[in-house]
């Protein structure tokens, strides 16, 4: 990529210009990478599953974490929808309550909201997929994860 400073020519490397040193804001500082990928990173072991479902703080922990990085891949995407699916098969068992007040990722903690995200979530991810199969599988998942109406 070239620079688009005004009289220079020079090549962009890590977001800044070889040639005039200036700065280019459409390419991502590698910091910003580096810390984007930290935080999924440690939002990701706060899901990881185990023994006993993440409790309410870790899964608030993960959220707060996941709400610094807007999602642009499809690990992150994968991720917010691993939060919002967690925390929908919680109150599927009745681990956590519904409650209005609490969010996370911004959506209410109450099944009906947490479905509707998760499926957004996931067709977004859907969007990122490597493959077919893989994209219909997050298609199929998402219209499983739908929420439920009568008509």
């Given amino acids: 990529m070239e620079c688009k400073e005004p009289g220079c020519n020079g090549k962009i490397e890590d977001g800044v210009c070889q040639s005039c040193g200036a700065a280019q804001k459409d390419e991502p500082p590698a910091e ?15 899901l990881e599953p185990t023994e006993v479902a993440p409790a309410r703080e870790d899964l608030l922990e993960a959220s707060r974490r996941l709400k610094t990085v807007v999602p642009y891949n499809y690990d992150a995407w994968r991720l917010h929808a691993d939060l919002l699916l967690n925390a929908i098969q919680q109150l599927e068992t009745r681990q956590l309550l519904p409650d209005a007040n609490f969010t996370l990722l911004a959506i209410p903690l109450r099944e009906d909201d947490l479905r509707d995200a998760a499926e957004a ?13 893989k994209r219909t599988a997050l298609v199929d998942e998402a219209n499983h994860i739908r929420r439920l109406t009568w008509f």
Avoid: D, K, M, Y
């Fill in 32 to 46: 910003n990478v580096v810390s984007r990928q930290a935080i999924i990173g440690l939002a990701r072991t706060l």
């Fill in 121 to 133: 979530a996931l067709r977004q991810c859907a969007r990122f997929a490597g493959s077919a199969e």
